[in-house]
């Protein structure tokens, strides 16, 4: 089945510079007449526009602050001419003094466009490896509907410590959300081990309980590679089957996800087992299998990370997730997502902890319907295939 396109990304962010800096110069210039105007004419005001270049710098390229200065250079002469002072030597060493200051001025400015033109360079660099790492999540694939939600803690970061992905294989769409202990770029270099071990498993392990195991080894060797004995990252993996309407759910030490029907909101009921990294601390034997949650036409299942769980407000609560949702009243993903991205924040603040948020139902369009009654067989079905 054929997924809706994802949106284009944004541009890297621009270096922004308060809006008032920009007009600091013409306040200066401003400031300069209104003296010259009212003081008397002995007096040539002119000596205001010594700092005007270097003021111009920190908003202006190395042109226009140029110009600025030449600028400046002709009113201190017409004001000193004025006051009939223009060759006095004290307005000499004034316009000795607006030249030096247009020249480290210009300097200034080259340097500091070259420094924004590099930053830019380098966020643009940081963000395409950054949404390698995190990809967008589609609308619709294999037979869900589905919407997401992404936030790190740090503004300036677009991943932290939380994951998700979503795969389309010839098992059924595969489902991962998860949170790796710890912030920071050890953090996020584990994110990534996590994000590329289940896109390349996803396709080709047919077990959820196999997959888990196979991410359980990734963050192992993680921990070792690093001498971290600490590092375990909690996860839930979920896998539905076109047409299916039951999902299967594997918790590996996460939070619990949520079964949202028309008129009741209830945990799902799946074995908490221990977190990936720490699996061989207990008897292989007690993995248990996955658990199928019934998911039919307008119920979806929502995935979340402790980054909304754990949001407390300015007193210390905690936020009330089941609650909240509760008083929505829909089921519908794309609402549900857009609701928790603005109540968390307008609940909790600025964010103490990441946030991941992957809210899935089947797909009941026609285009869906006609697509899942193709796909209906007995065997796994490869993405793509008629």
Excluded at 92 to 107: N, R
Excluded at 271 to 294: C, F, I, N, S
Excluded at 316 to 328: C, D, E, K, M, Q
């Amino acid at each position: 089945m054929p997924t809706a396109p994802r949106p284009p990304r944004p541009a890297a962010p621009q270096p922004r510079v308060p809006r008032w800096v920009p007009w600091l110069p013409v306040v200066l210039l401003l400031l300069d007449l209104i003296t010259e105007a009212i003081v008397p004419d002995a007096v040539a005001a002119g000596f205001l526009l010594t700092a005007l270049p270097v003021v111009a710098a920190f908003s202006y390229g190395p042109v226009l602050t140029a110009a600025a200065t030449l600028g400046s250079l002709a009113l201190q002469i017409l004001l000193a001419l004025h006051a009939g002072h223009v060759n006095e030597q004290h307005h000499v060493w004034v316009y000795i003094a607006t030249l030096l200051s247009g020249v480290m001025g210009t300097a200034l400015s080259w340097q500091r466009t070259r420094q924004n033109r590099n930053l830019l360079q380098a966020r643009t660099v940081a963000e395409t490896l950054q949404r390698t790492v995190l990809r967008p999540v589609p609308e619709r694939t294999g037979g869900l509907r589905v919407a997401g939600l992404y936030r790190s803690a740090q503004a300036e970061v677009l991943v932290g410590g939380d994951l998700y992905e979503v795969c389309d294989t010839r098992f059924g769409v595969r489902v991962l959300l998860g949170d790796v202990r710890g912030k920071g770029l050890g953090a996020v270099r584990t994110v990534a081990d996590v994000l590329g071990a289940f896109r390349a498993a996803a396709h080709d392990t047919p077990g959820l309980v196999d997959l888990a195991d196979q991410l359980d080894r990734t963050v192992l060797r993680d921990a070792a590679d690093r001498g971290d004995d600490e590092l375990f990252a909690t996860a839930v993996l979920l896998q539905y089957r076109p047409g299916s309407d039951c999902v299967e759910i594997v918790n590996r030490g996460h939070t619990t996800p949520l079964l949202l029907s028309g008129d009741a909101i209830s945990p799902v009921p799946c074995a908490d087992e221990l977190p990936l990294g720490l699996g061989h601390l207990g008897p292989a034997e007690e993995r248990g299998k996955p658990t199928a949650v019934a998911l039919p036409p307008g119920h979806t299942v929502l995935l979340y990370t402790d980054g909304v769980s754990e949001a407390r407000d300015p007193a210390g609560a905690f936020y009330p997730l089941a609650p909240r949702l509760a008083a929505l009243g829909t089921t519908e993903p794309d609402r549900l997502v857009s609701f928790l991205a603005q109540d968390v924040r307008h609940y909790a603040g600025l964010l103490a902890d990441d946030l991941a948020v992957l809210a899935l139902t089947p797909d009941t369009s026609e285009v869906s319907g006609a697509s899942d009654a193709l796909r209906t067989t007995d065997a796994p079905y490869t993405p793509g295939t008629p």
